[in-house]
């Protein structure tokens, strides 16, 4: 079965600082691959997406991600945080077989 | 459009009581998805719909869940009877089909004490 792995629970950066979340996914053909951000009481917001093509896809909010099939990778790029990026993090995929499948999510701390 | 609309935000229940969650889709998206959080088991999969009708409850953790959607307007999901261990955030999503991005709705805090 396909799975999603996130490795880094909880990330603390300042704020203006780059950041980088990491994802990996285990899946023999290409993913369709999408990272979500949650805020606290709120639902999952879609930050980006990547089906095909140019695999440096660009999302919401100033996000960006890079799919590298070499490393089974999708992790999440933004080059300066501001203090409203505070929330947890989740990277997912889709297959038809199990439909969407979601990482166990890293929560995201700025500091001031 | 509103988004995907559930209700009650938050749900305090006491034990062997039954509980109905709701949800109200995007009009126009055709899937459905019921999701539990929790901090030890992450997202969970309940069960989804497509077109009304359900694909995959496997997820359903046991007799006592059970999810309908009677048209495509509306959705519920009811415990019944309901356990401590049920307290979680139950979120509903709704997407047009396919491999299209999943929309949340804001899910409901359910308290089971």
């Known amino acids: 079965a396909q799975s999603v792995t996130q490795p880094d629970i909880h990330i603390t950066v300042s704020e203006g600082a780059s950041l980088e979340l990491r994802c990996n996914y285990s899946y023999g053909a290409t993913p369709y691959l999408f990272w979500y951000v949650q805020s606290p009481g709120q639902g999952l917001q879609l930050l980006l997406k990547y089906f095909s093509g140019d695999t440096l896809v660009q999302g919401i909010k100033g996000f960006e991600a890079e799919f590298k099939r070499s490393q089974s990778s999708f992790n999440l790029r933004k080059p300066s945080v501001h203090w409203s990026d505070a929330a947890e993090y989740f990277c997912a995929t889709y297959n038809y077989g199990q439909n969407f499948v979601f990482g166990p999510g890293t929560r995201l701390s700025v500091l001031p | 459009d509103a988004g995907v609309i559930q209700s009650p935000r938050h749900e305090v229940t006491e034990m062997g009581q039954e509980v109905t969650l709701r949800c109200k889709p995007i009009?126009?998206?055709?899937?459905l998805f019921w999701y539990r959080q929790t901090m030890m088991r992450g997202l969970e999969l309940l069960i989804y719909f497509n077109n009304n009708v359900p694909i995959d409850d496997s997820g359903m953790p046991e007799d006592r869940f059970s999810a309908k959607m009677p048209n495509a307007s509306f959705s519920t999901l009811k415990i019944q009877p309901s356990e401590p261990r049920d307290s979680a955030v139950y979120f509903c999503?709704?997407?047009?089909?396919?491999?299209?991005?999943?929309?949340f709705g804001n899910g409901t805090r359910l308290t089971v004490t």
């Open positions: 999503a709704t997407a047009v089909g396919g491999i299209s991005p999943l929309h």
């Open positions: 009009s126009g998206h055709n899937s």
